[in-house]
DNA sequence: CTAGGGATACCA
DNA sequence: TGGTATCCCTAG
């Protein structure tokens, strides 16, 4: 069985790397983490989204979700003042940033739609007060959200401003303050603190440093003869790390400020394989001779250098050909991502458009994250989905919810304004059927079972939306057979839309609007089993030669039933269309 | 995730 | 109106 807190380890330590992050979400995807995510995890996924974006050189919306999400976790010990000032100077930066993009996009109602939801979350933001962040960037940010209000205009300039350098800039320091706040992965310092302790009971107290610059504080207490205890303490830049070592199970005490981590570390040669069945087996026969339950998979020291050891070297080797590999039948997306970006970039839409960002909104019993994005229907890099798939697990109170596809603007604006409306949208946006029952039982669960080649579709995800809302025909009384499917159904396509009627050409998607709390409390029974009766169907599109021809040639290459893999594989080609359209497809050319 | 049956849209 | 293509749903 795997040690989910070992994962959680690898996971820290994989994000950490300046690993591509298709790779690095593949990795975190395989790895079974445990739930709730450790709080440094969870701050090292929303670390590196920040890092992602910033390396793709585009703030946006997806930014300020992250940093909104950053800004719900609670201030460690560790949690520096400039830490929160960077925080908050960042978050207005993009905010700002965002501002001016929704502002010169045509869509007007999005922008002020946007704005209102801003103002309402900074508002909340700052009756958080100093403790959580510095207030002065925000109280800025407030003012001149409320001039845009007012206003209706973006002023200060800001349309002639570069706000997205300046957010770029902005985000990169608060990445370093809060890099240096963080810390080494915990691997990196559990292995410094082993490779310069030994593993032998009965060492002396040391004093060390895992990484200059960083203050690491080393103790040991050593067991007396025949005693089988021995216990190392860590300190980094305020958070604690106790490392505790008996014959068989040594144990790790992680403590930030009010949070509190134990997990255990099997150290014995024998049953160090079963909690590191993770790592690759040559790995844990170096693991084994050195007795060592901690592999450093970090920087060399002077006096543990595994990157030196052939077997390292061989398994490095294993993977750098496997992601040649890997790379020759699959296409990365992310030029592609950083490609259509640039382009919605220049065309000063909306923003973000783009951009692949699912968004998981879930919440937490009691935490609050106001401002969320998530649009479908193109591609991204996996960092994006390393958080929208895991349990980030903070709030929504907010939500701007975008589908549909790379063309339209801000399709779709929901306002969750209560936070005890949790429960209404937990584990009720982005899962198929069979996983919203899942999360119903595990909220803060919610994996997606592919990564990167899990492209976002639109057509699920409104039905998950749809869940949401009640509409959805699955949700709560299910059908005992195909042949109960109920003659009073109603389906509807696209471009019609059932809940407001328009002039607009939008995709109906773009007006599917989660209801409020209000509303939902005063439907009556009789409409909400009505609403679930309705049935989303999408527009019915034709099967181009194309995409005929692709599909036999990538049958004959791959073979039938991988339909998941060749769509991954295709997914420009066959945009649109989900892993059982091909298969359906197969089927249909097939028979004749 | 895939297979297969059924529902529905489209077209001649 | 019937055949076909596409989409949806469910079981395993």
């Known amino acids: 069985m795997p ?18 992050d298709w790779l690095a979400n593949e990795i ?10 450790p709080f440094r995890l969870r701050r090292t996924i929303l670390l590196r989204r920040l890092t992602s974006d910033l390396s793709r050189g585009s703030p946006s919306l997806h930014t300020l979700h992250s940093l909104d999400l950053l800004l719900d976790d609670p201030p460690t010990s560790s949690s520096s003042s400039s ?19 929704s502002f010169s996009a045509s869509n007007y109602d999005a922008f002020t739609t946007f704005v209102d939801l801003l ?3 900074v508002a909340d933001l700052e009756l958080a007060g100093p403790a959580v962040l510095a207030a002065e960037p925000l109280k800025k940010l407030r003012m001149e959200i409320d001039a845009a209000v007012e206003s209706g205009i973006v002023s200060g300039g800001l349309l002639e401003r ?3 350098n300046e957010a770029l800039d902005a985000i990169r320091v608060y990445l370093k303050a809060a890099m240096e706040e963080l810390g080494p992965p915990f691997l990196e310092l559990a292995a410094e603190i082993v490779a310069r302790n030994g593993i032998e009971l009965g060492e002396p107290c040391s004093e060390t440093s895992a990484k200059s610059g960083d203050k690491v504080k080393v103790s040991g ?26 014959k068989q199970i040594s144990s790790a005490v992680v403590d930030h400020g009010g949070n509190r981590e134990t997990v255990l570390l099997e150290t014995n040669p024998e049953t160090s394989s079963t909690s590191c069945d993770t790592l690759d087996k040559d790995m844990e026969n170096e693991i084994a001779r050195k007795q060592n339950a901690v592999v450093h998979l970090g920087k060399p020291t002077d006096k543990f250098d595994p990157m030196s050891a052939p077997e390292v070297e061989k398994v490095a080797n294993a993977l750098k050909s496997s992601c040649v590999d890997l790379h020759k039948v699959v296409v990365d997306p992310l030029p592609d991502a950083v490609m259509k970006a640039t382009e919605v970039l220049k065309n000063r839409s909306f923003g973000m458009t783009n951009d692949v960002e699912e968004l998981e909104i879930q919440r937490q019993v009691g935490a609050s994250g106001p401002v969320s994005a998530a649009k479908n229907g193109s591609k991204d890099n996996g960092a994006d989905e390393i958080v929208e798939q895991s349990k980030v697990g903070a709030s929504g109170q907010v939500s701007a919810v975008k589908t549909g596809s790379k063309d339209n603007g801000v399709d779709e604006i929901v306002e969750q304004s209560k936070k005890n409306d949790a429960l209404d949208v937990d584990g009720s946006m982005q899962q198929r059927k069979d996983d919203a029952v899942q999360s119903n039982r595990e909220p803060s669960v919610e994996k997606q079972s592919d990564g990167i080649d899990n492209r976002v579709q639109a057509a699920p995800t409104i039905h998950a939306e749809m869940k949401g809302t009640g509409i959805s025909n699955t949700d709560g009384v299910q059908k005992r057979s195909l042949m109960d499917r109920n003659p009073t159904a109603h389906t509807f396509e696209w471009g019609e839309d059932p809940i407001e009627s328009s002039s607009d050409k939008s995709p109906a998607a773009e007006k599917i609007t989660l209801p409020s709390p209000k509303r939902k409390k005063t439907c009556s029974p009789l409409t909400i089993m009505e609403n679930k009766k309705l049935v989303i169907r999408r527009k019915r599109k034709r099967w181009s030669s194309l995409e005929e021809e692709t599909l036999r040639k990538a049958v004959r290459k791959h073979g039938v039933g991988n339909w998941k893999f060749i769509l991954s594989c295709f997914s420009k080609i066959f945009e649109d269309r989900t892993e059982v359209d091909l298969k359906d497809k ?3 050319m097939t028979r004749h």
């Open 83 to 101: 830490s929160a000032e960077s925080m908050a100077v960042a978050y207005r930066a993009v905010a700002l940033h965002c501002i001016s993009l």
């Open 3 to 20: 040690n989910t807190h070992t994962a959680a380890w690898v996971a820290e330590f994989v994000l950490r790397q300046p690993v591509e």
């Open 586 to 588: 197969w089927r249909n």
């Open 162 to 164: 570069d706000t997205s």
């Open 28 to 37: 975190f995807l395989a790895l079974p983490l445990p739930s709730p995510l």
């Open 119 to 121: 103002r309402s979350r």
């Open 221 to 246: 207490v050593a067991g007396g003869v025949g005693e089988r205890t021995s216990s190392v303490s860590v300190a980094v830049n305020g958070e604690v790390v106790h490392l505790e070592k008996n």
